[in-house]
């Protein structure tokens, strides 16, 4: 047919009018009536123009800065910082810069999808809301094959059976999906992901100061000391952090960056301290060591408000010296003892740490010993030192619901594995899953990618395609990831530019920040916000959540919280988008707080005065939920009842910050800090090396490389090794190697480089994905994945012609994910993910 | 310049009949390409396809989609739909059925294009409604906007054989900003980029029904960009 003729037309024409007949073609998307205007004057291009400017908040990653939208034609032409906000000041990274690309990625998922093949096939059907929320609900059949719906699971008294996993879900988004959809509901089967991103150093500091997540002070600091962060970046707080650590150098205030790879925060930093990986803890250990031989620690403050005294500090860390922290991590004595000297004489100073010092079998006590130090130091939640996180907190009025929900016993690890898994085991739920007995009937994950983030990539494709373990998963994301193209059913998230929240992040003015995110442009195609299609379930399922959609819980988050209310509540929010006090000073030393104890019970043993209540002995004998319930204050070194270091809702200590752990020592691990060895690094072979994995300040861990402009920059990873490493092997610069662990193999190409310690092997995230669209996995036109007509899929240059051997090898353009070789394995006490230990042998390929 | 074979059609009393005739044929296939693109067929759509006489026309016009249509309603369906997603979702090899996407320099979805496709609709007083879940550059939506202009000119014909003759020269201006408009709007949006999509469609799939209708779309452009450059010439 390369021609049709006007008779053609004709006869078409008329056979189809039985179309129109039909009512099935009449207005399918455009109302209204045809009326020619002479001219365009309300559209015309070059004058009618409108530009809207829409303050919200960023999603790229967890830091949530404030943003400001343009939009134009009611497209998002633009992303900015938004200027009026202390915690950003106006600045954004690249990441929010490219949150357009999200928005309009031409890959993203604009209707639900049903599954009609084989699992991980690709064979989909696209579906209406209706019929997608009626298979959630009510159960169906998918690809043959009959599963049930969250209604069957309620009915039949185990609503635990439906296990909602999420990667990210902050602020009101959280509670109204958890505290009131799922809660009513009545799961509790509710898994994160924070065991693999920083439980570790959660835990650590749940153990002995209390709460979780600190804040470095580097406004007013003259110090600091830097442990494994990237701080530069790939903070979980960066644009604030970022800006204000790079401040300070300005003002003269020396970095010392301990890490084993020069990172570009290790480049920028008075000096770089190259070190074996997992030995941090050696390192703090000696420095709290030369700290107390040279009188430099705060005798007032250990002996007002931690657990042990000046001498029992002395005793403990008399071995603990620079030349045995030498032998252990390969730092020069020396280097240890001038940097010690230099943290300790400057006073406010601050001692920072992440997921390089963190990340590892003895990550826990990594960070105890750093908090440790920052006591000795006197640098405790002080001007310029290591503070407590000040975040904002939102009042709702909508009532929780008060169902009392069971859950699977599959979110904490294998019994026992775990001390105290406070932010549970994410990386082991796939195993629990595969070994049972209990086991999820429905499987939903929300903006969470488990076979790509978690490590032994192919045992998790293996255990998503086992339809008996995994009866029916759903995903809810923006795009199909590697996991949601093993799913069943996959629901089209609007992404955080199209959405309501109430948001909350951390700012280091020590302020409390209370912003919003609100819509800049109307979801695109059939894609809502899952805030929203929750209300739709729980009516679907007979109950009600007793509000009609987010916007309508921000509203109420804006009308009822302090301040904001009286700033004008959710009008003055859409406006300025963010609201603080502005007469408000920075929290800081919230523990020396004196308390009014009228009425308080003072239990004699430790101190603590509390709220008794009947039925109980002593505070002691309290669980932790509830000891951080009942506190009032802690007696401390003074005699004086103070806020001390109360103990958060995980687990039960005392008000002082402990650098004795009961809790620790309770469950046959070190009370003080002490030093750990790491299993499999003592048993090393000569030729073994330890593989390290970092993030650029380009992508966010596993979701940002479907921004066109982020993966242009960023797109492969090579394995860097020393010199050292690469000679003997016969390997140069740019060659292939294979990286073998115990749990598989990939290939990959080297960068031969001395910007690494000798002995490891480092190998970035973000890259090697082999779905999640045509950018991510480089895979486009002409190939067997993507769009076929963007057209810079055949301009750009990353993985143009490049053969691809499948996902566990390197590819040009893409490079390899490098968990495919990393086992899920937890640090013995909080459980967190070993992403920095897993031992490896290197080969020319 | 005119086309000497629309005077030998059959239909209607005057030439002002045949006109309002040949603007509501096209109207109706703009119409039944709009409608097919749009989503996954349902049930009531593939039984329309698969009946006289739309299925005889097909025929003779040589497309080649009976072989679709065989078997059980939900099952044809069914695969329809599968053939759909596949095509214009993905994950697989796909074509994006937004112009943005094939036609902008960025190639993301809600691009300049979009809002120039928007803009030009919303121009001719028609309006987005409220439930409609997709962008404005959907190839369904362009079409179906070419359905409504062509179903427009119609209705000025037929008013034109119709009205008191003092309208006449009203009615002959609306027309010819009708048309004229049609024509901008094959020459600014759809030619621009349509004809390609269809070629990648061809070239992605051998689901015969799609490929079929792809060549009946670039068939039916090409037609009227003859046609409506005719007609606006004279």
Redesign the interface.
């Known amino acids: 047919m390369s021609q049709i003729t006007r008779r053609d037309l004709l006869k078409l024409g008329a056979a189809s009018a039985g179309i129109a007949a039909t009512g099935l073609g009449a207005n399918m998307a455009l109302g209204g009536t045809v009326r020619l205007a002479e001219s365009g004057k309300d559209f015309s291009a070059e004058t009618g123009k409108e530009r809207q400017a829409i303050p919200s908040a960023c999603w790229q990653c967890v830091t949530r800065d404030g943003i400001i939208g343009f939009v134009e034609d009611g497209r998002l032409v633009k992303i900015e910082g938004n200027p009026e906000l202390p915690r950003t000041n106006g600045k954004l990274c690249a990441r929010g810069q490219a949150g357009t690309n999200i928005l309009y990625n031409p890959d993203r998922l604009l209707h639900p999808l049903k599954r009609v093949g084989k699992r991980g096939e690709g064979r989909w059907q696209q579906i209406s809301w209706d019929d997608a929320l009626g298979l959630l609900v009510d159960g169906g059949e998918i690809a043959g094959r009959k599963v049930k719906g969250l209604r069957a699971l309620r009915d039949e008294g185990h609503p635990e059976n439906f296990m909602f996993h999420y990667g990210r879900m902050k602020g009101s988004d959280g509670k109204i999906i958890k505290s009131h959809f799922l809660t009513a509901y009545g799961t509790k089967t509710i898994g994160n992901h924070t065991g693999i991103c920083e439980c570790t150093k959660w835990t650590a500091q749940e153990l002995t100061w209390g709460s979780h997540y600190d804040n470095w002070d580097f406004d007013n600091t003259r110090f600091i000391l830097n442990f494994g962060s990237n701080v530069l970046e790939c903070h979980t707080n960066h644009v604030p952090m970022a800006q204000r650590c790079i401040a300070a150098m300005g003002r003269g205030v020396e970095m010392y960056t301990f890490d084993v790879r020069l990172s570009n925060t290790a480049a920028k930093s008075t000096e770089w301290v190259p070190i074996k990986p997992g030995t941090d803890l050696a390192v703090v250990l000696a420095m709290c060591h030369v700290l107390m031989a040279n009188d430099l620690y705060d005798q007032p403050f250990i002996e007002t408000y931690t657990n042990v005294s000046v001498e029992e500090l002395k005793s403990h860390l008399a071995t603990y010296t620079p030349e045995w922290a030498e032998t252990i991590s390969g730092v020069p004595a020396e280097k240890i003892r001038s940097i010690a000297l230099a943290y300790g004489r400057a006073k406010p100073s601050v001692c920072i740490s992440y997921r390089g010092a963190v990340m590892h079998y003895n990550g826990v006590q990594t960070e105890r010993a750093i908090l440790m130090l920052e006591a000795i130091a006197g640098n405790i939640d002080c001007p310029g030192g290591r503070c407590r996180a000040v975040g904002a907190s939102w009042k709702f009025t909508f009532p929780t619901p008060k169902t009392k929900g069971k859950k699977l016993h599959i979110l904490d690890g294998h019994k026992g594995a775990y001390a105290y898994p406070t932010h549970h085991a994410s990386h082991q739920v796939f195993d629990m899953i595969r070994q049972g007995p209990e086991r999820p009937d429905i499987y939903m994950i929300y903006c969470y990618n488990p076979v790509y983030v978690n490590g032994d990539v192919q045992g998790n494709i293996d255990l998503m395609k086992d339809e008996e373990k995994m009866p029916f998963i759903v995903a809810c994301d923006v795009a199909l990831s590697e996991t949601a193209e093993l799913a069943d059913l996959v629901l089209p998230d609007a992404t955080y530019l199209e959405r309501w929240t109430c948001d909350d992040m951390v700012c280091p003015s020590q302020i409390k920040e209370f912003y919003i995110r609100q819509p800049m442009v109307k979801p695109l195609g059939s894609t809502r916000n899952f805030c929203d299609v929750v209300i739709d379930i729980a009516k679907r399922l007979g109950f009600d959540l007793g509000f009609e959609s987010a916007e309508e819980f921000v509203r109420n988050g804006c009308e009822n919280t302090p301040g904001v209310k009286e700033a004008g509540g959710f009008e003055y929010m859409k406006k300025h988008g963010a609201w603080y006090d502005r007469s408000a000073k920075p929290a800081y030393f919230s523990h020396a707080k004196a308390v009014d104890i009228t009425g308080a019970t003072l239990d004699e043993a430790t101190g603590v005065y509390y709220n008794q209540q009947p039925g109980d002995t002593d505070y002691s004998s309290l669980d932790g939920k509830h000891a951080a319930k009942q506190y009032v204050a802690q007696k401390c070194g003074d005699g004086e009842a103070h806020r001390g270091f109360p103990p958060d809702s995980h687990r039960w200590k005392t008000g002082m910050l402990e650098i004795r752990s009961k809790a620790l020592a309770d469950k046959g691990f070190d009370a003080i800090p002490a030093w750990m060895a790491i299993p499999e690094h003592e048993a090393m072979g000569s030729d073994d090396l330890i593989l390290t994995t970092y993030k650029v300040n380009v992508q966010t861990h596993s979701r940002s490389q479907n921004c066109k402009w982020l993966t242009e920059i960023y797109h492969e990873n090579p394995a860097w090794i020393h010199p050292q490493v690469a000679q003997p092997l016969g390997v140069e610069d740019g060659d292939m190697i294979t990286v073998t662990s115990s749990v598989g193999q990939i290939t990959t190409k080297a960068r031969v480089t001395e910007a690494i310690t000798p002995g490891v092997v480092a190998i970035s995230y973000h890259c090697g994905h082999w779905a999640w669209g045509g950018y991510a996995s480089s895979k486009s036109c002409g190939e067997n994945y993507g769009h076929a007509c963007e057209p810079d899929c055949h301009n750009k240059w990353w993985g143009k012609g490049a053969h691809d051997k499948g996902p566990k090898v390197w590819r040009d353009g893409r490079g390899v994910h490098v968990n495919w070789i990393v086992p899920n394995a937890g640090d013995p006490i909080g459980g967190g993910q070993r992403w920095m230990d897993t031992v490896v042998k290197v080969a020319k390929a | 310049m005119t086309?000497r074979?629309?005077t030998s059609?059959p239909?209607g009393s005057g030439p002002e009949d045949q006109e309002s005739?040949?603007a509501?044929?096209?109207?109706?296939?703009y119409?039944?390409l709009?409608?097919v693109l749009?989503?996954?067929p349902?049930e009531?759509?593939v039984e329309?396809l698969r009946s006289p006489?739309?299925a005889?026309?097909?025929g003779?016009?040589?497309?080649d989609v009976a072989g679709n249509f065989a078997g059980e309603l939900g099952a044809v369906t069914?695969r329809l739909?599968?053939d759909?997603?596949?095509l214009f979702?993905?994950?697989?090899?796909?074509?994006?059925p937004?112009a943005s996407?094939?036609?902008?320099?960025?190639?993301?979805?809600?691009?300049?294009s979009?809002?120039?496709v928007?803009?030009f609709?919303?121009?001719?007083?028609?309006?987005?409604?409220g439930d409609?879940?997709?962008?404005p550059d959907?190839i369904?939506?362009e079409l179906?906007?070419m359905?409504?202009?062509t179903?427009?000119e119609a209705d000025l014909c037929a008013q034109r054989t119709g009205g008191p003759k003092s309208n006449q020269q009203e009615i002959d201006r609306?027309l010819h900003?009708?048309r004229q408009?049609q024509h901008q709007f094959l020459h600014e949006h759809l030619s621009r980029w349509v004809p390609?999509?269809c070629d990648?469609i061809l070239?992605?799939t051998n689901a015969s029904f799609y490929r079929?209708m792809a060549?009946?779309i670039q068939?039916?452009i090409?037609?009227d960009l003859q046609?409506t450059a005719a007609q606006e010439a004279s």
Do not use: M
């Not at chain 2, 996407?101 to 300049?112: M, S, Y």
């Open positions: 086309d074979r629309s059609l239909s005739v040949r509501l044929s096209r109207s109706h296939c119409g039944l709009a409608l749009r989503g996954p349902t009531q759509i329309q006489p739309l005889e026309v097909l003779e016009l040589g497309c069914q739909a599968e759909y997603t596949r979702v993905g994950p697989g090899p796909h074509v994006s937004y996407v094939n036609d902008d320099r960025e190639g993301q979805l809600w691009g300049e979009t809002a120039r928007k803009r609709i919303e121009q001719t007083g028609l309006s987005f409604e409609w879940d997709s962008i959907h369904a939506i179906e906007f359905q409504r202009l179903a427009h609306q900003r009708c408009i390609q999509f990648h070239k992605l079929e060549k009946l068939a039916l090409a037609c046609q």
